[in-house]
């Protein structure tokens, strides 16, 4: 199985699409990148684990935020990502911490199918 890490904005409907994205596939880990609001508005049903981020630090530092936060939790060599939710800045980010970390990416997202790699 794969790790999921999602970006979890303030967006109801991305909130959902997340949400459900979650619960339509099984995964190994699961990784929400939001800052405390997102936390606090999140039904967290299947035991994801936060990754809590400010997002009006510099990139530089919000990358390094998120990849020490990620640092030796993930045992496969590449995660699966939805970005649906979430800034510009933040997906920056991520990704960039994803691949500083040396993982390999899939695009994942919630289709009228089901969960799909894009």
Do not use: Y
């Not at 109801?12 to 800052?35: M, N």
């Not at 606090?40 to 990754?51: L, P, R, T, V």
């Not at 939805?82 to 911490?97: C, D, P, Q, R, V």
């Amino acid at each position: 199985m794969t790790s999921l890490i999602a970006c979890l904005g303030t967006g109801k409907g991305t909130l959902q699409h997340v949400s459900r994205l979650i619960k339509e596939q099984e995964w190994d880990k699961i990784f929400l990148i939001a800052d405390k609001s997102g936390k606090e508005n999140f039904a967290n049903e299947k035991n994801a684990e936060f990754i809590l981020i400010d997002s009006s630090r510099f990139l530089p530092e919000l990358t390094e935020d998120i990849k020490k936060q990620l640092e030796n939790k993930i045992a496969d060599t590449e995660v699966a990502l939805n970005f649906i939710s979430g800034t510009g800045k933040e997906h920056m980010a991520i990704l960039s911490a994803v691949l500083k970390l040396g993982l390999g990416i899939r695009l994942v997202a919630l289709t009228t199918n089901g969960v799909k790699e894009i």
